[in-house]
């Protein structure tokens, strides 16, 4: 008798607390593994772009830390662009266009969703111009769209074609290589040009290549009003991050302290917040650094803002609901 109680007590039990699961489900819209699969899962590939001196992975440790995998564990199909480290926008937008057709045949998609962060904004950019057709969306993530100080005055420190900018760009050229056969790659097939880089990222080089491939792009310096939807039918998107030094067990962020200075301005130590403003802007001001943008270093960020990850899993999100 008393077996029989327990049992009734133990089904009992059971079916409250599937009842209690089955109405928090009905009043939250939760629906467990079901909604983690799909949240992210965009119509088209998703498609990262490292910025300056980035890489896919190296030794394992991915440039955007952990973000492919929170996409794909959420529904999205992710793929890392191969591009070189380092050289001039044009020429990794070129490449970037190599990449795509890449993944359009690997997928059987139609169109892609770009996101990049730093010079991966710019370079996205430049194929979504020349391709549109192959391109639903950009994302840039503290892109440099107008510039940086930082190369500014990196540029002005050396004259052109002299023997100094030579002699630095063949030691900066030898780091990029040695990031390329860290990740696998074969600096052959990618070749780098950081005086080329420099150029691009200078403020000058950046406002003639806003000229040639102006999509997205405000009407002025820290404007707030580039088109989310452009002329040539692809979704433009940004967001950045407004501190230097975040935390203080982020061995990188004294670097970014004093890079920062350059700036007379919020910024993330290498990229204003104004530079970062492309079509509709989400957030320009998050406690984020350069790296912290990508959930650098390791995924020490500030203790008290959103995890870098899942800003990028939210756009995805976002894209979802637009449709692409």
């Excluded at 430049?126 to 440099?144: D, F, L, M």
């Amino acid at each position: 008798m008393q077996r029989n109680n327990y049992n009734h007590a133990r089904q009992t039990l059971a079916v409250t607390l599937v009842s209690v699961i089955a109405l928090f489900t009905l009043a939250t819209g939760y629906s467990g593994q079901a909604q983690a699969n799909t949240y992210a899962k965009t119509k088209h590939p998703i498609v990262l772009v490292h910025g300056l001196f980035g890489f896919e992975d190296v030794l394992f440790v991915d440039y955007f830390y952990k973000v492919p995998h929170k996409l794909s564990r959420n529904g999205a199909m992710v793929y890392i662009a191969e591009v070189s480290p380092a050289n001039s926008t044009e020429v990794r937008g070129e490449q970037l266009l190599e990449y795509i057709d890449e993944v359009l045949a690997l997928s059987g998609a139609e169109k892609v969703n770009l996101i990049g962060h730093s010079h991966g904004g710019p370079t996205a950019r430049y194929a979504a111009s020349v391709a549109p057709n192959k391109v639903a969306s950009v994302s840039s993530v503290a892109g440099v769209n107008w510039g940086s100080k930082v190369a500014d005055q990196l540029r002005d420190a050396f004259a052109e074609d002299s023997v100094g900018e030579g002699a630095v760009g063949v030691v900066v050229d030898a780091f990029a290589n040695i990031i390329e056969i860290a990740s696998g790659s074969d600096p052959r097939d990618k070749p780098t040009d950081s005086i080329a880089a420099l150029n691009s990222l200078s403020t000058s080089g950046s406002v003639a290549f806003n000229q040639k491939y102006p999509e997205g792009m405000p009407t002025a310096y820290c404007r707030n009003d580039g088109k989310m939807l452009a002329d040539n039918g692809v979704y433009y998107f940004s967001w950045s991050g407004g501190r230097t030094y975040t935390n203080a067990l982020d061995v990188v962020d004294p670097f970014l302290a004093i890079t920062g200075t350059a700036f007379k301005e919020p910024n993330d130590g290498l990229v204003s917040t104004c530079s970062s403003h492309l079509g509709k802007v989400l957030k320009d001001n998050y406690k984020m650094n350069h790296l912290d943008e990508v959930n650098q270093s390791f995924g020490i960020t500030h203790w008290f803002e959103t995890n870098p990850v899942d800003v990028f899993v939210r756009q995805a999100n976002r894209l979802k609901a637009l449709g692409l």
